[in-house]
């Protein structure tokens, strides 16, 4: 059986274990039932020169008279940019239980990832697919008016075959751990913290490691909301800082390619990263008779952090070796970011038969990136300048641009 076949089963295996789960506990609770709900959206993430990054999304979830809630969502990317193309899925299953004094969830889920190709000017990049998990979990306390709610969360990623262009190899996520608190106040404070460990490796196509490299990031944010009285208005607005750092070492020799490193006898890489990011977000929600209107506005910048890299090679000459040690131009990675405007209105339930209710909701985004242009090379430079007039207007009417529909018993 290829492999492909058998990541398409196993995922076919755990839709139909967590379908299987949801229906059964939704006949064991309908005689109670007093919310189920099937969602369904999509949309353009990016529209380029008649190529583009699309997603559907999906889903059902039911809530009894004792407050469970239990909820079935996919998620699917897909891309057919000749820069990148490939899909990726998400299945993912929790289940929400409500007590008044202690709200408990628990997550798990699935992802897969098919055969990706990555052009970056005339290197590419390939990988023959992923599998890979998540489980997490976040039981909350109330105290009076105060909500304190810890979280964990575990993944890991398998990758199949790749090629990185310069040598054989696949990326490797043994372990990605997340750990977070908050705590709410009054429904209008919320102070958060966490803690991001992971290990990002590259293996070679036998699993031989090559490039080891440990990650972390820290983050703390805070969150106002506010309603009025009527209820017809929400404000709120959020702002966070992070620090993140990777750090990077290995080595490509003769040993662990499956070609003759010629003419390099070895070729060793350090490397590390780190950066200081900040974000604030606000968000005006307007509720009128017809519509329900928002308003979105958010910035992302790294105020500072820098990526160093230095290299040992030892190669072959026609007569002798020759060797190289040398410490590679930092990239500065101050003032990169992005800031985008988003509006999305979503239309009253329509009631039919006084049963079933409908919601429709549209959105828009506009995104603006800056400092991205230290990563790429100097032909690259003014990318907009060389895409003509109409693909422009496209590519601003299309990209960000997405839908949802809900529907309610």
Known sequence: MSEKLRGFKASQVIFSWMLFIMINAFAVNIASAQNFEVNSGGGILLHWKGEQISYWNGGF?????????????????NSDMSQFSG?????????????????????????????????????????????????????????????????????????????????????DIPKFLHWGLSGEYDKKHEI????????????????????????????????????????????????????????????????????????????????????????????????????????????????????NAKYHSKYRKFFGTSEKNESLDPIILKNTGFGFLAYSFETPAWTINNKIHVDFRMRKIIACPWGFDKFMSGKDDGIFDQIEKKDLIKTILFSGLSGSLSIMF
């Open 192 to 307: 958060s913290f966490s803690v991001t460990n992971f290990d990002l490796n590259i293996v070679n196509n036998d699993d031989m490691p090559l490039f080891i490299s440990s990650g972390r990031v820290l983050g703390s944010s805070y969150k106002y909301t506010n309603f009025d009285d009527n209820k017809l208005k929400k404000f709120s607005g959020s702002v966070g800082m992070y620090f993140a750092d990777l750090s990077m070492n290995g080595s490509l020799t003769p040993a662990n390619q499956r070609y003759f490193l010629f003419p390099f006898d070895y070729f060793n890489l350090d490397g590390n990263l780190d950066a200081n990011i900040g974000h604030a977000i606000f968000d005006y929600e307007l509720r009128r008779k017809y519509l329900t209107h928002s308003f979105k506005i958010g910035v992302l910048n790294v105020f500072s952090g820098e990526v």
């Open 87 to 171: 899909k990726i899925l998400k299945i993912g299953y929790s289940v929400e239980l409500d007590l008044g004094k202690i709200r408990s969830k628990l997550s798990a889920g699935y992802l897969e990832q098919s055969k990706i190709n990555v052009l970056l000017g005339t290197k590419k990049i390939t990988s023959g697919g992923a599998e890979g998990f998540y489980i997490g979990a976040s039981p909350g306390f109330n105290i009076q008016k105060a909500t304190i709610k810890p979280s964990v969360l575990f993944a890991g990623l398998k990758f199949k075959e790749g090629d990185f262009n310069f040598f054989y190899g696949k990326p």
């Open 61 to 77: 979830s039911y809530k009894n008279n004792r407050n469970f809630v239990n909820k079935l969502d996919i998620l699917q990317i």
